[in-house]
């Protein structure tokens, strides 16, 4: 088996490849490519099999494609989606094409001298100057409307599965995303196109278009949609949220919870696929793990790998560390010495109100502070009621109604975290 074939195999990474493609993999270093549409500034943890296809790709000695959407960006891709996308402007699509550029630079070689050093595109800049006519003329008379409407991606929409239907802008889109793999096999000698499962439909034309515009083989292969156990699709907050690559839209710390927290029945297959950990390691850690689960061994290795590799060993180690002292034992001196970036990322959407310096400086009783001074609390004698109940925490230590706050328990000399039991939170922020 071909070196890279297997090893997406054991990972769980292949759905389905068109015949030949193992060999075309043995006979040549073979040109490959993905296409990302620029729907956003930022990729998110959807996006993360796709990139490591193309990084395992190149690791096994081929060259890898990452296409950007320039032009099928402004129509959307209908494959696995009820509605159709809104239409983006220029402005917007230019913003996201240098976001999403900026995060492949991180995780592909386009650098090195290496023959299969990788190379960015942009289907915007082979697409912008052919005319609408020459299209329908030199293309579209080699897929016939019955190919086209045989797509899972079109039938859903077409029978009544979905309301809304499907314009012809939409429908257009295999036949583009078509072109752009027929365009890069002939320019530039690309003989194989990836993606997910969902996008097969829009490969497979590609691959036709090339055998019967030129009368030439390509090749397509597809992963699988990565799922939760329940059979749900992976990649979301419990919230519904995306988990974005770019840390101004998720935190480090909330990037690495995401992992920290998926399923046991889950990280097993997850630690495969997110990791390049290899098989022996992967196996010993499975076996760890099942002699006893509640160490969460692999979702440890799991949060750990994959929040290094997408935002650097020393973001991650700051994280594993502020996780340690959320949810393990803490010192006052831990808690004091948390950078400001990782202290506001714990405690992202907690209250906060701004206090004088000059307060703390001459310190305040933890009765005054936990009402009047803070808000935190409705009076001092709830107060007092919670502070009998030892209830109350000043940067996670259990304090006394004798407690003055001040100057020393700031961290990075501006912050203050109240506590109240286990959840609730408040922040003094000095200024």
Not at 273 to 284: A, C, G, P, R
Request: some cysteine.
């Amino acid at each position: 088996m071909n070196s890279f074939i297997e090893e997406l195999t054991w990972r769980g990474l292949i759905h389905n490849m068109i015949p030949g493609t193992e060999e075309q993999l043995d006979k040549e270093m073979t040109l490959g490519y993905i296409g990302f549409d620029p729907t956003a500034d930022s990729l998110h943890v959807g996006s993360l099999v796709p990139i490591l296809l193309l990084v395992h790709f190149q690791r096994h000695g081929h060259k890898p494609i990452a296409l950007i959407g320039g032009s099928t960006g402004m129509i959307g891709d209908p494959s696995g989606k009820s509605s159709e996308r809104n239409l983006q402007d220029d402005e917007t699509l230019q913003k996201h094409l240098a976001g999403i550029k900026s995060q492949l630079e991180r995780f592909l070689d386009f650098e090195s001298n290496s023959p299969n050093s990788a190379v960015l595109v942009n289907n915007y800049d082979w697409m912008k100057n052919i005319s609408f006519l020459e299209f329908a003329r030199d293309i579209g008379k080699f897929i016939t409307v019955n190919y086209m409407m045989a797509k899972d991606s079109v039938k859903k929409r077409l029978n009544g599965e979905f309301q809304e239907g499907m314009s012809f802008t939409e429908f257009t889109y295999q036949l583009l995303q078509g072109f752009d793999f027929y365009h890069l096999f002939s320019k530039e000698g690309v003989k194989l196109q990836m993606g997910g499962s969902d996008q097969w439909g829009n490969l497979t034309t590609g691959t036709e278009l090339i055998r019967k515009k030129i009368g030439q083989e390509a090749f397509a292969l597809t992963c699988p949609l990565i799922t939760k156990a329940d059979g749900t699709k992976f990649g979301k907050s419990e919230g519904g949220e995306n988990i974005w690559l770019d840390v101004n839209r998720t935190s480090v710390f909330k990037f690495y919870q995401f992992w920290l927290n998926v399923a046991d029945e889950d990280s097993e297959k997850y630690i495969k696929i997110y990791t390049f950990l290899s098989k022996q390691e992967i196996d010993e850690l499975i076996i760890q793990h099942k002699e006893d689960p509640s160490k969460r061994i692999l979702q440890k290795k799991l949060a750990e790998e994959i929040t290094s590799w997408v935002h650097g060993k020393e973001e991650t180690n700051k994280v594993i560390q502020a996780s340690s002292i959320l949810f393990g034992k803490s010192t006052k001196e831990d808690f004091l010495a948390l950078d400001e970036s990782t202290f506001l990322s714990l405690f992202e959407g907690v209250p906060q109100k701004e206090v004088s310096l000059t307060d703390l400086k001459n310190g305040v009783l933890i009765l005054e502070a936990l009402s009047d001074f803070s808000g935190f609390l409705a009076s001092k004698g709830e107060a007092r009621r919670a502070l009998k109940e030892n209830s109350i925490s000043v940067n996670q230590q259990k304090i006394n109604e004798e407690y003055k706050i001040g100057e020393g328990d700031l961290i990075q000399g501006k912050y203050i975290l109240l506590q109240r039991g286990k959840k609730s939170y408040f922040i003094l922020k000095g200024v």
